[in-house]
């Protein structure tokens, strides 16, 4: 009986330090880190990583920090210049702030350097920007820039039954329930969002173009996206920092578009002056000619093309009372192109109101035609 009690406890034994090796070995997976072959971080010992959840990485003088890691430290002060330093940030001021941060323990990975602290009074969880963004702590980019754990960060009430769809209306991915990386919309109250999805727009989209995706409120969504910890971007969008972003606006239009063009050596042939030189449409631009391709004077520079120009039909039928009419001399017609020029404007003939017969200046509402415009006598 006694040699039973002895195996029994052995076996106890033998299970509780099983239990302490294996809790013992997470430990040590959590907290240890590949070593790092570039420059890290001097704030949160991490090296570049994604600008969308770490910021621009900033080097200069042999110092290397994540801008997020420069807002969000909690005793780093702002006393510099923007062009001094690091935003403003001193390099004297950022190795005082790590050097505190050296004795602040990170609650995630058990690692000291952690340089933010829960801003909920009372608590005392500090923790690196990395390792509380995989915990789920939240930060807020505005203001005075706090940082909460994951127990005190603000939170969105979410009525699951209300949403309309349960996918995330950027990505069309399915939405996790349980998941506190879903942000509900303040203005389309069924409308949610990943997390991810909103911080990817708002880096692309920046501050000027931030705006709801469904209803393109301006004002609720901003702000309620801030205090859930976005980052919006004070700067223009992404698409206007592309080199060359609007390099095709700065090109004139080269080509000649009338039906017949008598240059020898082509449509997109054409000289700085004389009969050859282009001829853009003075009211879109977007179409050209020769000048000899449509027979403009060598002092006209205004030509209209077909889609711009009054329509008209050329017609081999001359009415008996044609001596009546202003000859248009000014309107040449090629295979059906209408083409005017506008260097006559100033020198009109007759009105079109002198010629034409009376009944043909009637009123609609006289002549049973249709109501609702107004006409000019």
């Known amino acids: 009986m006694l040699q039973g009690m002895l195996i029994g406890s052995s076996k106890t034994t033998l299970y509780f ?32 990583g994604d600008p969308e959840k770490l910021g621009e990485f900033l080097q200069k003088d042999n110092l290397s920090v994540h801008y997020f890691c420069l807002i969000l430290s909690s005793k780093l002060p702002q006393r510099g210049q923007s062009n001094r330093g690091f935003h403003g940030f001193l390099p004297e001021d950022i190795k005082k702030e790590a ?16 340089a933010i602290k829960c801003q909920k009074d009372h608590c005392v969880k500090n923790f690196h920007l990395p390792c509380g963004q995989e915990r789920g702590c939240l930060s807020q980019f505005f203001g005075e820039y706090k940082s909460f754990c994951e127990e005190h960060r603000p939170t969105q009430d979410i009525q699951w039954g209300n ?28 409308t949610v969002y990943h997390r991810a999805c909103i911080q990817k727009y708002a880096h692309t989209s920046a501050k000027h173009f931030f705006k709801c995706p469904h209803c393109n ?3 609720e969504f901003p702000q309620e996206m801030l205090r859930m910890g976005i980052h919006i971007p004070d700067r223009d969008a992404a698409w206007e920092l592309e080199p060359g972003a609007f390099s095709e606006l700065y090109q004139r239009y080269q080509h000649c578009d009338v039906p017949v063009c008598l240059h020898e050596q082509g449509r997109d042939s054409f000289e700085d002056e004389g009969r050859w030189s282009l001829i853009l449409c003075a009211t879109c631009g977007s179409q050209g000619t020769h000048r000899d391709c449509s027979f403009l004077r060598s002092n006209s520079k205004k030509w209209e093309c077909k889609e711009c120009a009054p329509s008209a039909e050329v017609t081999d039928y001359i009415p008996d009372n044609s001596g009546d009419i202003p000859c248009c001399s000014s309107t040449f017609y090629s295979g059906g192109r209408f083409c005017r020029d506008n260097s006559l404007e100033g020198h009109l003939g007759p009105s079109w109101t002198d010629w034409l017969g009376p009944s043909l200046l009637e009123k609609p509402e006289s002549s049973g035609g249709r109501r609702g415009h107004s006409w000019r006598s």
Do not use: D, M
């Not at 990170?106 to 952690?114: I, L, M, N, R, T």
């Open 217 to 219: 409120n301006r004002e």
């Open 163 to 190: 949403v309309g769809e349960e996918g995330c209306t950027l990505c069309c991915e399915e939405l996790s329930q349980a998941s506190v990386e879903n942000i509900q919309s303040p203005c389309c109250s069924q």
């Open 17 to 48: 330090f099983l239990l302490l090796y294996r809790k013992s070995a997470k430990t040590r997976r959590v907290t240890q880190r590949k070593p790092s072959s570039g420059p890290v971080c001097l704030l949160c010992l991490r090296e570049p």
């Open 99 to 114: 050097s505190r941060a050296s004795r602040k323990i990170c609650f995630v990975c058990k690692k000291k350097g952690a």
